[in-house]
């Protein structure tokens, strides 16, 4: 251990010659840029005369957020960078389960951290608000950000100041937001690499038969329970709703139904990607199929949080400033609880679980297919 430990200062001795020892062994400061950080916060209402205690708290909040969706779009910045290549190596999974995950994480913080800004009274807002001005969260670029390369559609928000979302934005900010953009999200990417999942038709299998047999399968099962236990009114309703629920089903074979679905909004993923998540969905237990499974899942966890921390942050608005206008003009209240919502973005994956079936009523897998989807050093199900 000693070695070691001169052996360290050595090679700090090498790297930063004039230095004394104590401060080669004292760098947590400079490290960290603590100088910058720690001197990043500036009181409006002590500069106008009028302190208010908790605007600090409010400053180091929203500075702490803005860090946080630093991380997220660094993270994103590899994730995305992955899914660009033609043909994803399956060694990226792995880094993009990671990433995502931690993104999810970040959401839960998020929300955990509005307990600690309710600690806050709106009395207490009230007396460093006015010191604001036009400040407001609705002009955090990197949450924009964040939002349009996750997929979330210009046409597809919510107007705040009866103008582009972005129009209140520096030029800086608009241009990163512009150039997001014009390149793939990350839901269209997701959308091409579920598209090229190769065992929707593979040899005689067809997927679309397998599934389709099972539903009628189920839809059998429940006219026979609905004609066994109803009657009158309450049969022919039954009914009625079963064949609407079958119709539904065609909707993600069907190519012309599906494109209806499309244009009426009920779905925005490709026909090819939205058969390859009900797939994965429903032979997730194979092991070719696991990681992408977990994949879908954390992408609709990181929707989901989003969600909620919308909902709080409208609730907590609520509670700060009312019904009224927001900090800077916004709409406030109304504006943030509609885009918990409005603004979802994988709302597909969400919908796919009404598409599930019984497992006992799927056919099994092929075995030429069972093969391709098991481990290459499982011999016995390789033969």
């Known amino acids: 251990m000693a070695t070691r430990t001169k052996l360290a200062k050595s090679v700090l001795s090498d790297y930063l010659p004039g230095m004394s020892k104590k401060e080669q062994w ?5 490290y960290l840029q603590l100088d910058k950080v720690l001197d990043a916060q500036h009181l409006w209402s002590d500069d106008a005369g009028h302190p208010a205690h908790d605007e600090m708290l409010f400053i180091v909040f929203h500075q702490i957020y803005e860090l946080w969706f630093k991380q997220i779009l660094f993270e994103m910045d590899d994730i995305q960078k992955r899914f660009s290549a033609h043909v994803m190596n399956d060694r990226d999974i792995q880094p993009i389960l990671s990433h995502l995950n931690r993104i999810a994480e970040i959401f839960k913080i998020m929300v955990q951290q509005l307990d600690v800004l309710e600690t806050m009274t709106p009395q207490n807002f009230v007396d460093f ?3 604001l001005r036009t400040a407001t969260g609705f002009q955090s670029w990197q949450f924009r950000l964040i939002e349009t390369r996750l997929g979330l559609k210009r046409d597809d928000r919510i107007p705040v100041f009866h103008c582009p979302f972005d129009d209140k934005l520096t030029k800086e900010s608009q241009d990163s937001i512009r150039d997001a953009e014009s390149r793939p999200s990350l839901h269209e990417q997701i959308d091409e690499w579920l598209a090229r999942t190769p065992f929707i038709d593979w040899d005689d299998y067809r997927f679309r038969d397998s599934y389709q ?3 009628q399968t189920m839809m059998d099962e429940r006219k026979a329970y609905a004609r066994d236990n109803l009657s009158g009114d309450a049969l022919e ?4 709703n079963i064949e609407r629920s079958k119709n539904k089903f065609d909707s993600i074979f069907d190519p012309d139904k599906h494109k209806a679905a499309q244009e009426n909004g009920t779905w925005r993923m490709s026909l090819k990607a939205l058969q390859a998540a009900l797939f994965i969905k429903l032979y997730r237990h194979e092991p070719a199929l696991q990681m992408p499974s977990r994949l879908l899942t954390l992408i609709m966890d990181i929707d989901s949080l989003m969600a909620q921390w919308r909902f709080r942050h409208a609730l907590m608005a609520q509670r700060m400033v009312g019904t009224g206008a927001g900090t800077g003009g916004s709409s406030g209240y109304g504006y943030l609880l509609s885009t918990a919502e409005k603004h979802r973005i994988y709302t597909d994956l969400f919908s796919l679980s009404g598409f599930l079936v019984p497992t006992r009523t799927l056919s099994d ?12 050093y499982n011999t016995e199900k390789a033969a």
């Open 129 to 131: 608000r006015e010191h």
């Open 237 to 240: 309703s039954e009914l009625q």
């Open 213 to 215: 047999s099972a539903i």
């Open 26 to 30: 004292d760098l947590y400061r400079d």
């Open 365 to 376: 897998l092929p075995d030429s297919i069972c093969a391709q989807l098991g481990y290459r």
